[in-house]
Protein backbone atom coordinates (compact mmCIF):
# COMPACT_ATOMS: atom_id res chain seq x y z
CA UNK A 1 0.00 0.00 0.00
CA UNK A 2 1.29 3.41 -1.15
CA UNK A 3 2.13 5.49 1.72
CA UNK A 4 0.00 8.74 2.08
CA UNK A 5 1.46 11.78 0.57
CA UNK A 6 2.28 13.64 3.57
CA UNK A 7 4.10 10.33 5.23
CA UNK A 8 6.24 10.31 2.03
CA UNK A 9 7.16 13.63 2.90
CA UNK A 10 8.39 12.93 6.42
CA UNK A 11 10.04 9.95 4.99
CA UNK A 12 12.28 11.77 2.47
CA UNK A 13 12.96 14.53 4.68
CA UNK A 14 14.32 12.17 7.44
CA UNK A 15 16.42 10.58 4.80
CA UNK A 16 17.73 13.70 3.35
CA UNK A 17 18.65 14.20 7.06
CA UNK A 18 20.53 10.98 7.46
CA UNK A 19 24.19 10.39 6.85
CA UNK A 20 25.07 7.54 3.85
CA UNK A 21 25.89 4.31 5.61
CA UNK A 22 29.11 3.47 6.41
CA UNK A 23 28.47 0.17 7.97
CA UNK A 24 26.67 -2.53 6.92
CA UNK A 25 25.94 -3.63 10.38
CA UNK A 26 22.08 -4.70 10.49
CA UNK A 27 20.08 -5.40 13.66
CA UNK A 28 16.85 -7.25 14.77
CA UNK A 29 14.76 -5.70 17.29
CA UNK A 30 11.61 -6.08 19.35
CA UNK A 31 9.61 -3.20 20.25
CA UNK A 32 6.55 -3.13 22.55
CA UNK A 33 3.85 -0.03 22.44
CA UNK A 34 2.31 1.39 25.04
CA UNK A 35 -1.36 1.72 22.50
CA UNK A 36 -3.35 -0.93 21.58
CA UNK A 37 -2.90 -1.82 17.62
CA UNK A 38 -5.31 0.27 15.26
CA UNK A 39 -4.63 3.30 18.10
CA UNK A 40 -3.60 6.46 16.25
CA UNK A 41 -0.54 6.84 18.09
CA UNK A 42 0.42 2.94 17.60
CA UNK A 43 -0.22 3.84 13.71
CA UNK A 44 1.75 6.70 13.61
CA UNK A 45 5.09 4.52 15.40
CA UNK A 46 4.30 1.50 12.91
CA UNK A 47 4.13 3.31 9.75
CA UNK A 48 6.55 6.30 10.46
CA UNK A 49 8.92 4.76 12.77
CA UNK A 50 9.22 0.45 12.28
CA UNK A 51 8.27 0.88 8.42
CA UNK A 52 10.06 3.86 7.67
CA UNK A 53 13.65 2.53 9.49
CA UNK A 54 13.13 -0.30 7.71
CA UNK A 55 12.95 1.83 4.17
CA UNK A 56 15.43 4.23 5.26
CA UNK A 57 17.99 2.09 6.28
CA UNK A 58 17.78 0.04 3.41
CA UNK A 59 16.51 -3.04 5.65
CA UNK A 60 19.43 -2.77 8.23
CA UNK A 61 16.83 -1.66 11.17
CA UNK A 62 14.11 -4.37 11.49
CA UNK A 63 11.73 -3.73 14.39
CA UNK A 64 8.47 -6.09 15.08
CA UNK A 65 6.09 -3.88 17.03
CA UNK A 66 3.76 -5.07 19.64
CA UNK A 67 0.74 -3.54 21.48
CA UNK A 68 0.78 -3.15 24.90
CA UNK A 69 1.01 -5.73 27.51
CA UNK A 70 2.66 -8.29 24.76
CA UNK A 71 5.73 -8.83 26.47
CA UNK A 72 5.69 -7.08 29.54
CA UNK A 73 3.29 -5.00 31.45
CA UNK A 74 3.81 -0.84 31.29
CA UNK A 75 4.37 -0.43 34.43
CA UNK A 76 7.84 -2.70 34.58
CA UNK A 77 9.30 -0.78 31.07
CA UNK A 78 11.89 0.66 32.82
CA UNK A 79 12.93 -3.07 33.90
CA UNK A 80 12.14 -4.25 30.52
CA UNK A 81 13.96 -2.28 28.47
CA UNK A 82 16.55 -1.51 30.53
CA UNK A 83 17.16 -5.61 30.76
CA UNK A 84 16.95 -5.85 27.04
CA UNK A 85 13.57 -7.96 27.28
CA UNK A 86 12.88 -5.54 24.25
CA UNK A 87 15.63 -3.26 22.77
CA UNK A 88 13.27 -0.13 22.43
CA UNK A 89 9.40 0.82 23.36
CA UNK A 90 7.03 3.37 23.31
CA UNK A 91 6.19 4.46 27.08
CA UNK A 92 4.96 7.02 29.21
CA UNK A 93 7.10 8.69 32.01
CA UNK A 94 4.32 9.24 34.36
CA UNK A 95 4.13 5.65 34.89
CA UNK A 96 7.76 5.49 36.64
CA UNK A 97 7.30 8.49 39.17
CA UNK A 98 8.02 5.96 42.19
CA UNK A 99 11.51 5.40 40.46
CA UNK A 100 12.76 8.03 38.62
CA UNK A 101 11.38 10.87 41.00
CA UNK A 102 9.44 13.94 39.99
CA UNK A 103 11.50 14.35 36.45
CA UNK A 104 9.04 11.49 35.28
CA UNK A 105 6.34 13.11 35.72
CA UNK A 106 7.72 16.42 34.19
CA UNK A 107 9.41 14.27 30.98
CA UNK A 108 5.86 13.18 30.57
CA UNK A 109 4.25 17.05 30.48
CA UNK A 110 2.69 18.84 33.11
CA UNK A 111 -0.82 21.02 33.49
CA UNK A 112 -0.06 24.81 33.57
CA UNK A 113 3.04 24.34 30.90
CA UNK A 114 3.19 24.14 27.46
CA UNK A 115 0.26 24.48 25.61
CA UNK A 116 0.55 23.08 22.20
CA UNK A 117 2.72 20.36 20.82
CA UNK A 118 5.11 22.88 18.89
CA UNK A 119 5.74 24.41 22.24
CA UNK A 120 6.69 20.85 23.47
CA UNK A 121 9.02 20.08 20.81
CA UNK A 122 10.83 23.63 21.10
CA UNK A 123 11.25 23.17 24.96
CA UNK A 124 12.99 19.41 24.33
CA UNK A 125 14.33 19.89 21.63
CA UNK A 126 15.38 23.91 21.43
CA UNK A 127 15.36 24.44 25.28
CA UNK A 128 17.45 21.57 25.72
CA UNK A 129 15.21 19.21 28.10
CA UNK A 130 15.67 16.32 26.29
CA UNK A 131 19.47 16.55 27.26
CA UNK A 132 17.95 16.24 31.17
CA UNK A 133 15.52 13.43 30.10
CA UNK A 134 18.26 11.34 28.76
CA UNK A 135 20.46 11.95 32.26
CA UNK A 136 17.03 10.74 34.33
CA UNK A 137 16.98 7.29 32.52
CA UNK A 138 20.49 6.65 31.75
CA UNK A 139 20.95 4.73 35.34
CA UNK A 140 18.49 2.33 34.28
CA UNK A 141 20.41 1.35 31.22
CA UNK A 142 18.39 3.11 28.98
CA UNK A 143 19.23 5.95 26.06
CA UNK A 144 16.09 8.03 26.17
CA UNK A 145 15.88 8.27 22.41
CA UNK A 146 13.54 10.99 21.76
CA UNK A 147 9.34 12.31 23.21
CA UNK A 148 6.07 10.67 21.15
CA UNK A 149 4.45 14.16 20.72
CA UNK A 150 0.93 13.76 21.56
CA UNK A 151 -2.74 15.24 21.42
CA UNK A 152 -4.37 16.53 24.67
CA UNK A 153 -5.10 14.38 27.10
CA UNK A 154 -8.41 15.54 28.15
CA UNK A 155 -10.91 15.11 30.64
CA UNK A 156 -14.96 13.55 29.99
CA UNK A 157 -17.28 13.78 33.41
CA UNK A 158 -20.89 12.83 34.22
CA UNK A 159 -20.81 15.97 36.04
CA UNK A 160 -20.03 19.35 34.16
CA UNK A 161 -17.09 20.90 35.33
CA UNK A 162 -17.11 24.46 35.24
CA UNK A 163 -14.51 25.59 37.47
CA UNK A 164 -12.23 24.50 40.97
CA UNK A 165 -15.36 24.95 42.77
CA UNK A 166 -17.19 21.92 40.99
CA UNK A 167 -13.98 19.53 41.38
CA UNK A 168 -14.68 19.68 45.29
CA UNK A 169 -15.98 15.64 46.10
CA UNK A 170 -15.41 14.74 42.62
CA UNK A 171 -13.98 11.40 41.82
CA UNK A 172 -11.36 11.31 39.04
CA UNK A 173 -9.34 8.57 37.02
CA UNK A 174 -5.50 10.36 37.12
CA UNK A 175 -2.07 9.64 38.38
CA UNK A 176 0.95 11.97 38.93
CA UNK A 177 0.65 15.36 39.44
CA UNK A 178 -2.67 15.41 37.95
CA UNK A 179 -3.77 13.80 40.69
CA UNK A 180 -2.48 16.20 43.25
CA UNK A 181 -3.59 19.37 41.29
CA UNK A 182 -7.44 17.75 41.45
CA UNK A 183 -6.85 16.90 44.89
CA UNK A 184 -5.94 20.20 45.68
CA UNK A 185 -9.58 21.05 44.25
CA UNK A 186 -11.09 18.94 46.49
CA UNK A 187 -11.55 15.74 43.78
CA UNK A 188 -10.75 12.36 44.77
CA UNK A 189 -8.37 10.50 42.60
CA UNK A 190 -8.56 7.05 41.50
CA UNK A 191 -6.24 4.91 39.05
CA UNK A 192 -7.50 3.15 36.58
CA UNK A 193 -6.01 0.96 33.67
CA UNK A 194 -6.88 1.21 29.76
CA UNK A 195 -9.12 -1.61 30.28
CA UNK A 196 -11.03 -0.28 33.06
CA UNK A 197 -11.71 3.16 32.27
CA UNK A 198 -15.29 2.49 30.61
CA UNK A 199 -16.37 0.44 33.21
CA UNK A 200 -15.23 2.59 35.84
CA UNK A 201 -16.76 5.60 34.31
CA UNK A 202 -19.94 3.61 33.91
CA UNK A 203 -20.15 1.95 37.17
CA UNK A 204 -19.81 5.24 39.18
CA UNK A 205 -16.37 3.80 40.33
CA UNK A 206 -15.46 7.56 39.29
CA UNK A 207 -17.51 10.54 37.78
CA UNK A 208 -14.65 11.28 35.37
CA UNK A 209 -11.64 10.27 33.48
CA UNK A 210 -8.94 11.79 32.16
CA UNK A 211 -7.89 9.89 29.45
CA UNK A 212 -7.26 11.22 25.54
CA UNK A 213 -8.67 13.27 23.13
CA UNK A 214 -11.74 13.11 21.59
CA UNK A 215 -11.06 10.37 18.68
CA UNK A 216 -9.38 8.34 21.43
CA UNK A 217 -12.67 9.24 23.88
CA UNK A 218 -14.93 8.08 20.92
CA UNK A 219 -12.85 5.26 19.97
CA UNK A 220 -13.62 3.76 23.69
CA UNK A 221 -16.97 4.98 23.68
CA UNK A 222 -16.23 7.24 26.53
CA UNK A 223 -19.27 9.27 25.18
CA UNK A 224 -21.60 6.57 25.83
CA UNK A 225 -21.21 7.05 29.60
CA UNK A 226 -19.39 10.83 30.17
CA UNK A 227 -21.85 13.71 28.98
CA UNK A 228 -19.97 16.39 29.48
CA UNK A 229 -16.78 17.24 27.30
CA UNK A 230 -14.37 19.35 29.76
CA UNK A 231 -12.41 22.28 27.70
CA UNK A 232 -9.38 23.21 28.11
CA UNK A 233 -7.77 20.26 28.19
CA UNK A 234 -5.41 19.59 31.56
CA UNK A 235 -3.27 18.33 29.43
CA UNK A 236 -2.64 20.35 25.98
CA UNK A 237 0.90 19.35 25.33
CA UNK A 238 1.47 15.41 26.43
CA UNK A 239 4.56 13.24 25.32
CA UNK A 240 4.94 9.66 25.47
CA UNK A 241 8.60 8.70 24.58
CA UNK A 242 10.81 6.08 22.93
CA UNK A 243 13.23 4.35 24.79
CA UNK A 244 16.33 2.04 23.90
CA UNK A 245 18.62 -0.30 25.92
CA UNK A 246 21.55 1.54 26.40
CA UNK A 247 23.59 -1.48 24.98
CA UNK A 248 21.64 -2.14 21.95
CA UNK A 249 22.14 1.82 20.99
CA UNK A 250 25.84 1.90 21.87
CA UNK A 251 26.12 -0.95 19.73
CA UNK A 252 24.29 0.67 16.61
CA UNK A 253 26.88 2.89 13.79
CA UNK A 254 26.43 6.46 13.51
CA UNK A 255 24.00 6.77 10.35
CA UNK A 256 21.63 4.19 11.72
CA UNK A 257 21.33 6.01 15.34
CA UNK A 258 20.77 9.18 13.17
CA UNK A 259 18.33 7.59 10.99
CA UNK A 260 16.15 6.52 14.37
CA UNK A 261 16.52 10.21 15.45
CA UNK A 262 14.84 11.62 12.95
CA UNK A 263 12.01 8.72 12.29
CA UNK A 264 11.31 9.29 16.09
CA UNK A 265 10.12 12.85 15.02
CA UNK A 266 8.10 11.70 11.96
CA UNK A 267 6.13 9.44 13.77
CA UNK A 268 5.35 12.63 16.44
CA UNK A 269 4.63 14.83 13.57
CA UNK A 270 2.33 12.09 11.99
CA UNK A 271 0.63 11.34 15.35
CA UNK A 272 -0.23 15.29 15.52
CA UNK A 273 -1.28 15.11 11.53
CA UNK A 274 -3.45 12.01 12.10
CA UNK A 275 -5.12 13.41 15.32
CA UNK A 276 -6.03 16.19 14.31
CA UNK A 277 -8.83 15.52 11.52
CA UNK A 278 -9.31 12.56 13.60
CA UNK A 279 -10.44 14.78 16.50
CA UNK A 280 -12.72 17.04 14.31
CA UNK A 281 -14.89 14.20 13.04
CA UNK A 282 -15.20 12.99 17.22
CA UNK A 283 -15.46 15.91 17.95
CA UNK A 284 -18.49 16.70 15.57
CA UNK A 285 -19.77 13.41 16.12
CA UNK A 286 -20.05 13.79 20.29
CA UNK A 287 -21.52 17.22 19.65
CA UNK A 288 -24.59 14.97 17.65
CA UNK A 289 -24.48 12.76 19.76
CA UNK A 290 -25.54 15.27 22.58
CA UNK A 291 -22.56 15.35 24.64
CA UNK A 292 -22.33 18.83 25.69
CA UNK A 293 -18.51 20.64 25.49
CA UNK A 294 -18.15 22.54 28.26
CA UNK A 295 -15.63 25.82 28.65
CA UNK A 296 -14.00 27.13 31.89
CA UNK A 297 -14.05 30.55 31.86
CA UNK A 298 -10.48 32.35 30.70
CA UNK A 299 -9.84 34.02 34.35
CA UNK A 300 -10.96 30.77 36.66
CA UNK A 301 -8.49 28.30 33.93
CA UNK A 302 -5.65 31.04 34.68
CA UNK A 303 -6.31 30.49 38.70
CA UNK A 304 -6.16 27.10 37.94
CA UNK A 305 -3.21 26.60 35.93
CA UNK A 306 -1.25 29.41 38.55
CA UNK A 307 -2.25 26.16 41.32
CA UNK A 308 -0.68 23.73 39.37
CA UNK A 309 2.26 25.55 38.39
CA UNK A 310 2.91 25.49 42.39
CA UNK A 311 2.98 22.34 42.43
CA UNK A 312 5.08 21.27 39.94
CA UNK A 313 7.75 24.09 40.92
CA UNK A 314 7.62 22.15 44.36
CA UNK A 315 9.79 19.45 42.30
CA UNK A 316 12.75 21.09 42.79
CA UNK A 317 12.71 21.15 46.33
CA UNK A 318 12.14 17.13 46.19
CA UNK A 319 15.17 16.82 43.85
CA UNK A 320 17.70 19.83 43.43
CA UNK A 321 19.50 18.09 41.04
CA UNK A 322 17.38 16.69 37.51
CA UNK A 323 13.59 17.86 38.66
CA UNK A 324 15.53 21.18 39.71
CA UNK A 325 16.82 21.89 36.72
CA UNK A 326 13.69 20.93 34.36
CA UNK A 327 11.64 23.49 36.73
CA UNK A 328 13.98 26.25 36.21
CA UNK A 329 14.21 25.68 32.32
CA UNK A 330 10.58 25.46 32.20
CA UNK A 331 10.18 28.88 34.14
CA UNK A 332 11.96 30.10 31.76
CA UNK A 333 10.67 29.42 28.94
CA UNK A 334 7.69 30.27 30.20
CA UNK A 335 8.74 33.51 30.89
CA UNK A 336 9.82 33.73 27.07
CA UNK A 337 6.29 32.71 25.86
CA UNK A 338 4.77 35.47 28.50
CA UNK A 339 3.30 33.69 30.58
Request: proline share 5%.
Amino acid sequence: MRAPKFQSLLIAAAIALTPLATSAQSVSWRMQSNLAAGEPGYESVRVNFVEALERMSGGRIKIQLHPVGALFPVQEGLEAVGSGIVEVAMLTGGYFAGKLGPIATLESGVPGAERTAMERYAFFYNKGFIDIAREAYDKYGIFYLAPHLSPSWDIISKKPLRGRADFAGLKIRSFGIEAKWYESMGASSVFLSGAEVYTGLSTGVVDAVRWGSPSVMLKISLNEVGKYYIQPSPMPAPNNNFLVNKESWASLPDDLKAMMLEAAKLASLDYLARAAALDAKAVATMKAGGIEFVQIPDAEWSTMEASARTLWKEYAKEDPTLAARAVKLMEEYLAELGR
